[in-house]
T-cell receptor, first 114, second 114 residues
Framework: DTGVSQDPRHKITKRGQNVTFRCDPI?????LYWYRQTLGQGPEFLTY????????KSRLLSDRFSAERPKGSFSTLEIQRTEQGDSAMYLC????????????FGSGTQLSVL | AQTVTQSQPEMSVQEAETVTLSCTYD???????LFWYKQPPSRQMILVIR??????QNATENRFSVNFQKAAKSFSLKISDSQLGDTAMYFC???????????FGQGTTLQVKP
């Protein structure tokens, strides 16, 4: 069990560029979550998957954001046409199954949009 | 809407002393889970303790314990024998049912002083 892995740890981009983040959950965890956290605030829910199915998306997830989890393993979060307001820490978490409500978090990807 | 409120933005405690962090929440649900997460300067979100709403007994994990008052919708965290490594931001969080979707409070920054 190597924990939840996120890549990259840091990303600096210019406004208008597209960025993609990757999350590898703990092996055998079938639920995967994305959260966004700005400095000094608690994380805010963005979306979650059960296996490969995306079950819920927050209203925070504008149509510039898309998340995928092909084959129910790793997940990617893409932000198109980045804006300065997208600057935040993007956290991924996974849990074993429905009913085991313990989420394990990765170290996050810190995005800075210049 | 479900909300989580942490009314203490910052707290400090001397090493080896005891400190209590407050949290209140608002929900009309009967089946839910409550959590305390710790986020040290590394920004890795670490699960500290979990409480199922249907259990009257307060959860305990080593030096960490909770005071769960369901009728008052209060969920405080007590840290005994505080250690320097406890310095971190602490988030209270709530999950409704089995969605796995965490709703976080604003956080309390705890500083343990030598």
């Amino acid at each position: 069990d190597t924990g939840v892995s996120q890549d990259p740890r840091h990303k600096i981009t210019k406004r208008g560029q597209n960025v993609t983040f990757r999350c590898d959950p703990i092996s055998e965890h079938n639920r995967l979550y994305w959260y966004r956290q700005t400095l000094g605030q608690g994380p805010e829910f963005l979306t979650y998957f059960q296996n490969e199915a995306q079950l819920e998306k927050s209203r925070l997830l504008s149509d510039r954001f898309s998340a995928e989890r092909p084959k129910g393993s790793f997940s990617t979060l893409e932000i198109q046409r980045t804006e300065q307001g997208d600057s935040a820490m993007y956290l991924c978490a996974s849990s074993y199954r429905q009913g085991d409500e313990k989420l394990f978090f990765g170290s996050g990807t810190q995005l800075s949009v210049l | 809407a479900q909300t989580v409120t942490q009314s203490q933005p910052e707290m400090s405690v001397q090493e080896a002393e005891t400190v209590t962090l407050s949290c209140t929440y608002d929900t009309s649900e009967n089946n839910y889970y409550l959590f305390w997460y710790k986020q040290p300067p590394s920004r890795q979100m670490i699960l500290v303790i979990r409480q199922e709403a249907y259990k009257q007994q307060n959860a305990t994990e080593n030096r960490f314990s909770v005071n769960f008052q369901k009728a008052a919708k209060s969920f405080s965290l007590k840290i005994s024998d505080s250690q320097l490594g406890d310095t971190a931001m602490y988030f209270c969080a709530f999950i409704k049912g089995t969605t796995g979707k965490l709703i976080f409070g604003q956080g309390t920054t705890l500083q343990v002083k030598p």
